[in-house]
């Protein structure tokens, strides 16, 4: 596609929902990284896939959140027995390589409010 | 550890007048460093990176930012600001192949 896609752009999930959101990301990107962007923060590391692969999950706050790419391409961040310190916007980034100076084109993010 | 640090959240400038966004890192090795922008309910875009092969790097939008080892800096200008720069800017350093993000300054321009 042209760029990197998510969806739901905004998800409201009662306390205690599971929720999941998706990631399309450029076609051939073989990096996919997964931030969490609290309000009036910068973006936080979450995860990072080289292909299928999950190379680095260190920056998932608890074992709530899950995040799968199983085929390389698509990837889907799941939240279990969500709570309010969810709440915040999940970027998606892509990128050709796994280069230490290689563009990362991000999403739009997916706004997720815990009620 | 490299990390970013972006001082002053929001920034307000007069439409025609400099923009000047302070980034300062910490690294121990020589980093590669980026500026992005975020539109409101925008995903981020990247204005600009240093990859040593040049201090002074050029970026979209009129924007350029200065490599100084010395001052261990990277702010980001732009000559004269226009109303379409308000905008969330970040800075960040490459950490184990991911970004590291500074906290942002939003910036607001004045008619």
């Known amino acids: 596609g042209a760029g990197v896609s998510q969806s739901p752009r905004y998800k409201v999930a009662k306390r205690g929902q599971d929720v999941a959101l998706r990631c399309d990301p450029i076609?051939?990107?073989?990096?996919l990284f997964w931030y969490q962007q609290a309000l009036g923060q910068g973006p936080e590391f979450l995860t990072y896939?080289?292909?299928?692969?999950?190379?680095?999950k260190s920056g998932l706050p608890s074992d709530r959140f899950f995040a799968e790419r199983p085929e390389g391409s698509v990837s889907t961040l799941k939240i279990q027995r969500t709570q309010q310190e969810d709440s915040a916007v999940y970027l998606c980034?892509?990128?050709?390589?796994?280069?230490?100076?290689?563009?990362?084109?991000f999403g739009q993010g997916t706004r997720l409010t815990v009620v | 550890a490299q990390s970013v640090t972006q001082l002053g959240s929001h920034v307000s400038v007069s439409e025609g007048a400099l923009v000047l966004l302070r980034c300062n890192y910490s690294?121990?090795?020589?980093?590669?460093l980026f500026w992005y922008v975020q539109y409101p309910n925008q995903g981020l875009q990247l204005l600009l990176k240093?990859?040593?092969?040049?201090?002074l790097v050029k970026g979209i939008n009129g924007f350029e930012a200065e490599f100084k080892k010395s001052e261990t800096s990277f702010h980001l200008t732009k000559p004269s600001a226009h109303m379409s720069d308000a905008a969330e800017y970040f800075c960040?350093?490459?950490?184990?192949?991911?970004?590291?993000f500074g906290k942002g300054n939003q910036v607001v321009v004045i008619p």
């Open positions: 240093y990859t040593s092969a040049a201090t």
């Open positions: 980034a892509s990128s050709l390589d796994s280069g230490m100076n290689t563009e990362a084109f």
């Open positions: 896939f080289q292909n299928e692969a999950q190379l680095d």
């Open positions: 076609s051939g990107h073989v990096s």
């Open positions: 690294s121990s090795v020589p980093p590669y």
């Open positions: 960040a350093v490459t950490l184990n192949n991911r970004l590291a």
